[in-house]
């Protein structure tokens, strides 16, 4: 008996426990042997997490439950905004309110100048304070000493100019040319899918975001020359246990993240790791000494998100944008002239 | 320090770099000084990146058609939040509150659209569950 209640007091007490341990996930291996990472995995719901960490934060990796109490209610008035069944003073916008669509320059009489804003995807409340994780306050460290004075002499001579003197005064996102391997896979409004394929020696990363594709090697094949310059760099992975790291060199300068422009020395270590059946953690560390004093990292969920297909994004399709933005400066240029 | 002008174009290409959601600055294209409230019947509506373009046609007072065109949103997120080709038909009369833009064309953004019993034009509903799928 006294054996009994032994078990029991062992098997008894381990049983809750037992009851809720989720399902066992191994990771699965490619025919080949790799860690499986294929399928399409999106950043959608971490859209609304900043990228940098509030400064009263600090070190908090976690946003308070106040603060997640907040998110939690800008979501429902999101929710709210986007199925109000008619125009009203909750759908209208207003320039106090600040944020997309809702400042001075985008709002007028209740009225947005930008596309309808409930016809954009919206991420879900989460408890992680900040896209950046590393350095620990969730802060982009400061521009060394050479990129802040290539800053203001950046911003010196943008003054000089309109804002659309010509198609290169736009951006090339606005150009429709690339968003970078950052701007290609951080959250956004819409285009958050990403695919990864595999074959012996290569992985294959497809963004939705202007329809990227990089061929990564990942059979120990060298990085190409130091003269071979490409929006989207030359990647080159391998295996750390079930973990792709992807190192990306070569890349044209370009702006990051911020308005900042990179140097010739960037250099972006990605890691893939999947964490289950349903998640990838995505981590990527920003190494350019000669713009940043230090690296720093960001790191978020990549999710299997139900029903989601990966749609071309031909950007340059339909981009009347373009010529609106150059003819219509130059009718306020004419307009300017003629006072 | 002078700067190139391929320099300039480098730092102002940065301008939109962040993680903005709308693919380019509306207020670069459309002028808030220009508000413009049309009536209209919807002639087609492209499906075309990096915006969907709605051209509807407006009759002005006088009896004279003015075709317009209203850019909305981009059509892969249009799809996925369960706006499809038959959310709007030609012939459906429409209501667009909006700038137009500043090159004088007859172009305006499309903030606000509704029917005409003034229901907005689509209520939102992300569920990607309800997604139309491939070949359906």
């Given at each position: 008996?006294r054996?009994g209640?032994?078990?029991c ?18 990771q699965p291996?490619?025919a080949?042997g ?15 997490t900043?990228?940098?960490?509030a400064?009263t934060?600090?070190d908090k ?8 109490a ?8 999101e929710?709210?905004?986007?199925t ?16 997309l669509?809702?400042?001075?320059d985008?709002?007028?009489d209740g ?9 954009q995807?919206r ?7 900040s ?14 000493a ?13 003054r ?35 695919q990864i394929?595999?074959e012996p020696?290569m992985?294959v990363?497809?963004?939705?975001m ?5 061929f ?14 490409t929006y ?12 792709l ?11 990051v993240v911020n308005?900042?422009?990179?140097s ?23 190494d350019d ?6 690296p720093w990292?960001?790191?978020f ?6 029903g ?9 399709e339909g ?7 150059l ?5 306020e ?7 | 320090?002078r700067i190139r ?9 940065l301008?939109a770099a962040?993680?903005?959601r709308?693919?380019h ?12 409230k049309l ?20 009759t002005e007072?006088?009896g ?5 065109m209203?850019?909305g949103?981009s059509?892969?997120v ?7 080709k ?6 459906t009369?429409?209501?667009v509150?909006?700038?137009q833009?500043?090159?004088?064309l ?9 029917f005409?019993?003034?229901?907005r034009?689509?209520l939102g509903g ?5 997604l139309p799928?491939?070949?359906?």
């Amino acid at each position: 008996m006294r054996h009994g209640w032994l078990l029991c007091a062992a098997v008894c007490g381990a049983w809750p426990l037992l009851a809720q341990t989720p399902k066992a996930w191994t990771q699965p291996k490619t025919a080949w042997g790799d860690p499986d990472l294929q399928g399409i995995w999106t950043s959608t719901e971490m859209i609304g997490t900043p990228l940098q960490r509030a400064e009263t934060l600090q070190d908090k990796t976690e946003v308070t439950d106040e603060e997640f109490a907040r998110r939690e209610a800008r979501q429902k008035a999101e929710e709210a905004f986007d199925t109000a069944e008619f125009v009203g003073p909750q759908t209208r916008c207003d320039p106090n309110r600040g944020g997309l669509g809702n400042t001075p320059d985008t709002c007028k009489d209740g009225v947005s100048i930008g596309p309808p804003l409930y016809w954009q995807d919206r991420g879900k409340p989460q408890r992680q304070a900040s896209l950046v994780v590393d350095p620990p306050d969730g802060r982009i460290p400061p521009l060394t000493a050479e990129a802040q004075k290539a800053a203001a002499a950046r911003a010196q001579a943008r003054r000089t100019r309109g804002a659309a003197d010509s198609y290169q005064d736009r951006s090339i996102w606005e150009r429709c040319i690339t968003r970078g391997v950052l701007g290609s896979i951080l959250p956004s409004g819409y285009n958050n899918g990403n695919q990864i394929l595999q074959e012996p020696g290569m992985v294959v990363l497809r963004n939705e975001m202007i329809h990227e594709t990089r061929f990564i090697p990942v059979n120990g094949r060298p990085h190409m020359a130091a003269n071979v310059r490409t929006y989207m760099g030359d990647s080159r992975g391998h295996w750390e246990g079930n973990t792709l790291v992807v190192e990306t060199t070569n890349f044209l300068e370009q702006p990051v993240v911020n308005n900042v422009p990179s140097s010739p020395d960037l250099r972006l270590v990605e890691r893939f790791t999947r964490k289950d059946a349903d998640t990838v953690e995505y981590r990527v560390t920003v190494d350019d000494p000669k713009t940043w004093t230090k690296p720093w990292t960001i790191s978020f969920p990549l999710r299997h998100e139900k029903g989601y297909h990966l749609f071309e994004y031909a950007c340059h399709e339909g981009n009347y944008y373009m010529t609106d933005a150059l003819s219509g400066a130059r009718v306020e240029d004419q307009k300017k002239g003629a006072k | 320090m002078r700067i190139r002008f391929s320099q300039l174009a480098l730092l102002v290409a940065l301008a939109a770099a962040v993680p903005v959601r709308a693919h380019h600055a509306f207020a670069t294209e459309f002028d808030i000084n220009k508000p413009v409230k049309l009536a209209g019947r919807v002639t087609s509506m492209e499906w075309i990146n990096p915006h969907a373009w709605i051209h509807i046609d407006v009759t002005e007072p006088d009896g004279k058609v003015v075709s317009w065109m209203v850019e909305g949103g981009s059509p892969n997120v249009l799809l996925r939040r369960g706006f499809t080709k038959k959310s709007l038909e030609p012939g459906t009369e429409v209501v667009v509150e909006g700038f137009q833009a500043k090159n004088g064309l007859m172009r305006a953004n499309g903030a606000n659209i509704t029917f005409k019993d003034g229901k907005r034009l689509f209520l939102g509903g992300s569920n990607p569950e309800e997604l139309p799928q491939a070949g359906k």
